[in-house]
């Protein structure tokens, strides 16, 4: 059996990619494959999210380049 982990790049709420990768894998788990959705917000690292930036601002880490 294929094994599939997916993921979408962006995190916002509404993200497309978030929308699209979750139709295809449903798509590959229809045509026979594990498929492993997360979600990358679940996972403490440093990735951009538009929704943070606008609700709370520049985060402190960026401002002191």
């Not at 894998?25 to 026979?32: D, I, K, M, S, T």
């Amino acid at each position: 059996m294929i094994k599939i982990l997916a993921f979408a790049g962006s995190s916002r709420t509404e993200s497309l990619n978030g929308k699209l990768i979750a139709i295809a894998a449903q798509g590959a788990q229809e045509a026979g494959a594990e498929v492993t959705l997360i979600d990358l917000k679940d996972y403490p690292m440093p990735i951009f999210d538009q929704d943070d930036e606008t609700q709370q601002g520049m985060p402190r880490e960026s401002t002191t380049i």
